[in-house]
């Protein structure tokens, strides 16, 4: 399954572009989406859920063009957590899932042998009696991925899927998303970037509604290779000194001063060692003003 | 399936806290709004059960949109979300007709209205005029849940829904309204001739209110579409 976005715009009222003519291909794996609050990932995901109509521009599915007479085919094969759910509160974990599966049209038995397995796998069996108002932030998060999983979408769109769960749950989930990408597309957009280094393989980056980077997770490491340096500031004015001369990826207090992560295309004025780029770093060097020299 | 379903709808459109409210709107007017007649009780009742429906049912689906439910919904066929919200409004329009039965006993048990026929003998008997009301106030209940309902999606906004049913409400409870519209009033029970027993040209409001709930039901899949 492949996705085609091609020269889309959406703008809201007041002239508010919140796309603005980006192309992309979504391929088949997990396809990570990152960028900073506002760049347009969550409206981006609300037109693949064809929640919304764009201006202009054209999305397809496989070769199906998104539009009016195309919703409901290609409804069928999306599964969609959005960034805020707030599940039926009166309903039991398992109440909760057969009823949205049942909308979903999935069947009674194969509904209940997926909530079944999905919960198991999130580690959520001992909870399935639960009221959806009893559950922490984290439980609900991983009851609204099951909701997404259940209908077996061909084409999966995640909107912060790890917001609120601890690290041992972010791995499971991180691992359950990589399992049920095989032969399927997941959208997985986050602002966590040790999550998508994990699980992606491509990705893009969203800016102001554009695409500022779309290509493989490695391609774009290397544009940051070569560009971050490890020091140490002896004092809190010398750090600070280097912070405004310097974009800083990371500050930490140690026994003999400041240690900094500098990100520059030179090396700085300062003793330090070259390092390999983390996608947090890559990130930054991507979306951030022009480096020093 | 379908039972474990209708199960899961009531659990959903039916919390606590509503049943509790409704209950005691309904006997709170009960003991407060007096009748020393029992033909007065339905022209208590009527407008005041209209309003608490609009109250009742205007986050039918709106309740969707608020959770950000809505988002997930669009994915699923258009028939089956139809039938959800159908379902959900036809449970709550029972819970509040079984509350009107119930308020029309409380009327009973603390008022202690004098039967109608003890002051105009030719007038029907007490249970024919419960099951007329009940008729009425069932029309009444359907037509005001689907107003603000309707109205709530088509604003996505549940308050919307309210506060349109209310200026409505407002407008038609009134005596202006009555010399307007006469029979035709959505509250053309309450402003019957209670004194004529053969006088049915009441039903005319509520033929009005039907034919409003079934373009109201003709707009809703329209509405749910929209984005």
């Given at each position: 399954?492949?996705?085609?976005?091609n020269?889309?715009?959406?703008?809201?009222?007041?002239?508010?572009?919140?796309?603005?003519?980006?192309?992309?291909?979504?391929?088949?794996g997990?396809?990570?989406?990152?960028?900073?609050?506002?760049?347009?990932?969550?409206?981006?995901?609300?037109?693949?859920?064809?929640?919304?109509?764009?201006?202009?521009g054209?999305?397809?599915l496989?070769?199906?063009?998104?539009?009016?007479?195309?919703?409901?085919?290609?409804?069928?094969?999306?599964?969609?957590?959005?960034?805020?759910?707030?599940?039926?509160?009166?309903l039991?974990?398992?109440?909760c899932?057969?009823y949205l599966?049942a909308?979903?049209?999935?069947?009674?038995?194969?509904?209940?042998?997926?909530?079944?397995?999905y919960l198991?796998?999130?580690?959520?069996?001992?909870?399935?009696?639960?009221?959806?108002?009893?559950?922490?932030?984290?439980?609900?998060?991983?009851?609204?991925?099951?909701?997404?999983?259940?209908?077996?979408?061909?084409?999966?769109?995640?909107?912060?899927?790890?917001?609120g769960l601890?690290?041992?749950?972010?791995?499971?989930?991180?691992?359950?998303?990589?399992?049920?990408?095989?032969?399927?597309?997941?959208?997985?957009?986050t602002?966590?970037v040790?999550?998508?280094?994990?699980?992606?393989?491509?990705?893009?980056?969203m800016?102001?509604?554009?695409?500022?980077?779309?290509g493989?997770?490695?391609?774009?490491?290397?544009?940051?290779?070569?560009?971050?340096?490890?020091?140490?500031?002896?004092?809190?004015?010398?750090?600070?000194?280097?912070?405004?001369?310097?974009r800083?990826?990371s500050?930490?207090?140690v026994?003999?001063?400041?240690?900094?992560?500098?990100?520059?295309?030179?090396?700085?004025?300062?003793?330090?060692?070259?390092?390999?780029?983390?996608?947090?770093?890559?990130?930054?060097y991507?979306?951030?003003?022009?480096?020093?020299? | 399936?379908?039972?474990?379903?209708?199960?899961?709808?009531?659990?959903?459109?039916?919390?606590?806290?509503?049943?509790?409210?409704s209950?005691l709107?309904?006997?709170?007017?009960?003991?407060?709004?007096?009748?020393?007649?029992?033909?007065?009780?339905?022209?208590?009742?009527?407008?005041?059960?209209?309003?608490?429906?609009?109250a009742?049912?205007?986050?039918?689906?709106?309740?969707?949109?608020?959770?950000?439910?809505?988002?997930?919904?669009?994915?699923?066929?258009?028939k089956?979300?139809?039938?959800?919200?159908?379902?959900?409004?036809?449970?709550?329009?029972?819970?509040?007709?079984?509350?009107s039965a119930?308020?029309?006993?409380?009327?009973?048990?603390?008022?202690?209205?004098?039967?109608?026929?003890?002051?105009q003998?030719d007038?029907?008997?007490?249970?024919?005029?419960?099951?007329?009301f009940?008729?009425?106030?069932a029309v009444?209940?359907?037509f005001?849940?689907?107003?603000?309902?309707?109205?709530?999606?088509?604003?996505?906004?549940?308050w919307?829904?309210?506060?349109?049913?209310?200026?409505?409400?407002?407008?038609?409870?009134?005596?202006?309204?009555?010399?307007?519209?006469?029979?035709?009033n959505?509250?053309s029970?309450?402003?019957?001739?209670?004194?004529a027993?053969?006088?049915?040209?009441?039903?005319?409001?509520?033929?009005?209110?039907?034919?409003?709930?079934?373009a109201?039901?003709?707009v809703l899949?329209?509405?749910?579409?929209?984005?």
């Open positions: 399954m492949s996705i085609q976005i020269n889309l715009t959406v703008t809201f009222k007041h002239k508010v572009t919140a796309i603005d003519h980006a192309s992309l291909e979504i391929p088949t997990v396809f990570g989406l990152l960028g900073e609050n506002g760049a347009g990932k969550t409206t981006l995901m609300r037109v693949l859920t064809t929640t919304l109509s764009p201006d202009s054209t999305v397809t496989d070769g199906m063009l998104y539009h009016e007479k195309n919703y409901a085919a290609i409804q069928k094969q999306i599964g969609y957590l959005p960034q805020e759910i707030d599940l039926y509160p009166n039991t974990v398992q109440e899932l057969e599966g909308l979903a049209g999935v069947p009674q038995k194969l509904c209940k042998d997926r909530i079944s397995n198991e796998k999130t580690n959520l069996t001992a909870q399935r009696k639960k009221k959806m108002r009893q559950l922490s932030g984290g439980m609900k998060r991983r009851v609204g991925l099951i909701q997404a999983l259940l209908n077996e979408p061909a084409f999966l769109i995640i909107d912060e899927p790890t917001t601890d690290p041992e749950e972010r791995i499971h989930i991180r691992n359950l998303i990589v399992d049920f990408s095989k032969d399927r597309t997941v959208l997985f957009s602002h966590v040790e999550d998508l280094a994990a699980v992606c393989s491509q990705l893009a980056v800016k102001k509604g554009r695409f500022l980077y779309s493989s997770m490695q391609e774009l490491l290397d544009h940051a290779r070569g560009c971050v340096w490890d020091c140490v500031a002896e004092d809190a004015a010398k750090a600070r000194e280097l912070e405004q001369r310097y800083i990826s500050k930490q207090y026994e003999n001063g400041i240690a900094l992560r500098i990100l520059s295309r030179t090396k700085p004025d300062i003793d330090c060692r070259p390092q390999n780029a983390t996608l947090e770093d890559a990130y930054l991507l979306t951030g003003e022009p480096l020093p020299r | 399936m379908k039972k474990r379903i209708l199960f899961m709808e009531m659990k959903i459109s039916l919390p606590l806290y509503k049943i509790v409210y209950i709107f309904i006997v709170i007017l009960s003991l407060i709004r007096g009748v020393s007649v029992s033909f007065e009780i339905g022209i208590a009742m009527e407008p005041a059960l209209a309003i608490l429906a609009a009742f049912c205007a986050d039918t689906y709106a309740l969707e949109v608020v959770s950000r439910r809505s988002e997930v919904w669009r994915l699923y066929p258009l089956t979300r139809i039938r959800a919200v159908g379902r959900r409004l036809l449970l709550q329009q029972f819970f509040l007709l079984l509350v119930a308020g029309y006993g409380f009327f009973y048990l603390f008022q202690k209205p004098l039967a109608f026929r003890s002051i003998p007038a029907v008997s007490e249970a024919a005029q419960f099951y007329c009940l008729a009425a106030e009444t209940i359907v005001f849940s689907m107003l603000s309902n309707t109205l709530a999606c088509l604003f996505h906004n549940l919307c829904g309210i506060g349109g049913s209310l200026i409505l409400w407002l407008l038609l409870d009134s005596a202006y309204a009555q010399r307007l519209l006469g029979s035709w959505v509250f029970y309450v402003f019957r001739n209670v004194s027993a053969d006088d049915w040209s009441w039903l005319c409001g509520k033929a009005v209110c039907l034919l409003f709930c079934i109201a039901a003709a899949p329209g509405l749910l579409k929209r984005r």
